[in-house]
């Protein structure tokens, strides 16, 4: 690397166009919002800008300090659901062959390129009163019933009729389709973890009779410490944020912030407050990411040793 | 591909992904990615609007779709937008790689965190502020096609750029700088060194992040849905607008257009992205 005065023109000449328009496409705005967010508005359209905190006070409020903590929570139970589910697989992953490694890798990247709003609407399909699972379910009762009728305990007098289940539009669907979406998010750095996990200690940890379930959390996890930290951090992030799954398979309680932050931006028409409550989303973000870089320096440090 | 055949070698210790109880995990959630997919891109096929019972393979809804002008014309401002983002997020991608791979220079640190700021910040927030932002400097709306898509072009290159600039700049790691600078000994200006040397050895990394953009792009739906206004209607903003209606086939349609349309590109990427790595590790 050179310094930057040694052809100061050809530095300038690559440094400039991509700068302008960060700058000016991203930050730009960002700080417009940002100057919202200390705003009063004083009108239907009219917004001044008085320095004041108002808004973030209102957004402490319990109705949406409750849908904060909400938001957390779902966010929370998608990103242990995930941890659960992803594990295995990137275990199974890591140590198959070569070639299988590749392919399931592949298998399991695919869908995160599948577009979101396509894979949530393929939710709804499922879950849905006359969905494929309530169909599946029905079939199966209602075959029950016919088996049963052969012995003479027909007619719905042990299992049926059927009623569907209400799969959508509850909390329950938000976190089945944050779980749906944000599961290759987990697999990958857990993947990462797990390969670059020195073999030798679970080969002496089984030598020395302890048995698979005790060496997984006694020298997998802990080994692969940073790994998980780091698979919790990035799916809780979007996952906390997310707009879509929410809007989609939730119903009108199961309301996320970003929802918040749209609906006042849009529908109830109040920029400053919309902008105070995107803020404290990012500096939440901002918050984990911290977390997370400070585990990826230890995890360096301990590589020195 | 050993899933089926008995392996005749004893089970190690370790060999965890020959376990049953684990292949049957790794199945599961094999399934619960695709069955939801597949049985969307299925049931776009089926003869029945009540989209749930197999009623007999169809293309009508494909033949629906291609005669729906509302519909054609989102996708092809989709593509329309996708192109133009794809160049210019291809073209500051670069520069901002090169940049960062060639210099030092004072606040880099901050710099690289500023342009990775568009990849980690919740999309909602990146969609208010780009609404915010064109509304308050009073972008024109209502201009004539293609202009129209202007504010939604330029909100999709400033989120896209920067990752084309991080896999530009990991192709980038295996450029030999020695190369550049017997370049320049022998007399080549900047812009030839730049031009002739350093763009040759970028190129997969060139065509990788232009794929990249590309799907950023096309898939892209919250910072779209907060910029777009009524007669700028993208893909994914129509099937939005469609899927809070209702569960149509028709809907099904076009999501399978979509998914097939990100699936060769991503395809391209993969194989691009590939070479790179093997480049990569050739050059060393």
């Known amino acids: 690397m050179e310094n930057w005065k040694r052809s100061a023109r050809a530095f300038f000449t690559a440094f400039t166009p991509p700068t302008f328009w960060l700058v000016a496409f991203f930050i730009v705005p960002l700080s417009l919002i940002w100057l919202y967010s200390f705003s009063a508005k004083t009108g239907v359209v009219d917004i001044t800008l008085d320095w004041?905190?108002?808004?973030?006070?209102?957004?402490?409020?319990?109705?949406?300090?409750?849908?904060?903590?909400?938001?957390?929570?779902?966010?929370?139970?998608?990103?242990?659901?995930?941890?659960?589910v992803a594990f295995p697989v990137a275990i199974a992953i890591v140590f198959s062959k070569p070639t299988m490694r590749m392919w399931l890798l592949l298998l399991v990247i695919l869908p995160f390129w599948t577009n979101l709003l396509i894979r949530t609407y393929a939710l709804i399909a499922v879950l849905r009163t006359n969905g494929f699972i309530n169909w599946g379910l029905d079939w199966l009762v209602t075959n029950a019933d016919r088996a049963l009728s052969l012995i003479g305990l027909g007619d719905n007098r042990i299992v049926g009729p059927f009623e569907p289940l209400t799969l959508l539009y509850n909390n329950t669907a938000v976190v089945f389709g944050l779980v749906y979406v944000s599961l290759p998010f987990m697999v990958l750095p857990l993947y990462a973890a797990l390969d670059r996990l020195d073999r030798s200690y679970l080969e002496a940890s089984l030598d020395l009779g302890a048995g698979h379930i005790r060496t997984f959390f006694s020298i997998v996890v802990p080994l692969a410490l940073p790994g998980i930290a780091s698979g919790i951090v990035i799916t809780?992030?979007?996952?906390?944020?997310?707009?879509?799954?929410?809007?989609?398979?939730?119903?009108?309680?199961?309301?996320?912030?970003?929802?918040v932050i749209a609906s006042q931006f849009k529908q109830a028409n109040n920029w400053p407050f919309g902008a105070a409550l995107s803020f404290l989303l990012m500096y939440a973000t901002f918050f984990a990411l911290a977390i997370r870089a400070v585990l990826m320096r230890k995890e360096g440090r301990g590589d020195v040793k | 591909m050993s899933l089926f055949k008995r392996n005749p070698d004893p089970m190690g210790p370790l060999d965890y992904s020959r376990r049953l109880s684990l292949r049957l995990t790794v199945g599961l959630t094999l399934f619960f990615l695709y069955a939801p997919i597949l049985g969307l891109i299925v049931f776009s096929f089926n003869d029945s609007r009540r989209n749930i019972?197999?009623?007999?393979?169809?293309?009508?809804?494909?033949?629906?779709?291609?005669?729906?002008?509302?519909?054609?014309?989102?996708?092809?401002?989709?593509?329309?937008?996708?192109?133009?983002?794809?160049?210019?997020?291809?073209?500051?991608?670069?520069?901002?790689?090169?940049?960062?791979?060639?210099?030092?220079?004072?606040?880099k640190a901050v710099y690289e965190g500023g342009m990775a700021l568009p990849i980690v910040i919740p999309?909602?927030?990146?969609?208010?502020?780009?609404?915010?932002?064109?509304?308050?400097?009073?972008?024109?709306?209502?201009?004539?096609?293609?202009?129209?898509?202007?504010?939604?072009?330029?909100?999709?290159?400033?989120?896209?750029?920067?990752?084309?600039?991080?896999?530009?700049?990991?192709?980038?790691?295996?450029?030999?700088?020695?190369?550049?600078?017997?370049?320049?000994?022998?007399?080549?200006?900047?812009?030839?060194?730049?031009?002739?040397?350093?763009?040759?050895?970028?190129?997969?990394?060139?065509?990788?992040?232009?794929?990249?953009a590309f799907t950023l792009s096309l898939d892209d739906f919250v910072i779209t849905f907060f910029?777009?206004?009524?007669?700028?209607?993208?893909?994914?903003?129509k099937i939005y607008?469609?899927?809070?209606?209702?569960?149509?086939?028709?809907?099904n349609a076009a999501s399978t257009v979509l998914i097939l349309l990100t699936l060769v590109v991503t395809a391209f990427a993969l194989r691009m992205q590939n070479r790179n790595n093997m480049l990569g590790s050739a050059a060393h």
């Open chain 2, 53 to 107: 019972v197999w009623r007999g393979f169809t293309t009508d809804y494909y033949v629906k779709l291609f005669n729906n002008d509302a519909l054609m014309l989102a996708f092809g401002n989709s593509l329309t937008i996708a192109l133009v983002t794809t160049l210019f997020s291809t073209v500051l991608g670069a520069l901002t790689a090169y940049v960062l791979w060639r210099y030092r220079f004072p606040g």
């Open chain 2, 227 to 237: 910029t777009s206004g009524p007669d700028t209607v993208t893909f994914p903003v």
């Open chain 2, 123 to 212: 999309e909602i927030c990146m969609g208010v502020a780009m609404m915010v932002f064109f509304a308050r400097i009073g972008w024109p709306s209502g201009m004539i096609w293609p202009f129209n898509l202007s504010a939604i072009t330029i909100a999709h290159i400033a989120f896209s750029f920067p990752f084309a600039a991080i896999v530009i700049r990991a192709r980038l790691e295996s450029f030999n700088p020695e190369l550049a600078e017997c370049a320049r000994d022998l007399g080549a200006s900047e812009y030839r060194v730049f031009a002739d040397v350093v763009v040759p050895h970028m190129k997969p990394g060139l065509i990788a992040g232009a794929l990249l």
């Open chain 1, 52 to 84: 004041n905190l108002d808004q973030y006070a209102r957004a402490l409020e319990p109705l949406y300090l409750g849908i904060f903590w909400k938001s957390i929570l779902m966010a929370a139970a998608t990103t242990a659901i995930c941890l659960v």
């Open chain 1, 236 to 259: 809780f992030i979007p996952a906390m944020g997310s707009y879509l799954t929410p809007d989609l398979l939730g119903g009108t309680d199961s309301q996320m912030i970003a929802n």
């Open chain 2, 241 to 251: 607008s469609m899927v809070r209606f209702s569960v149509t086939p028709e809907v």
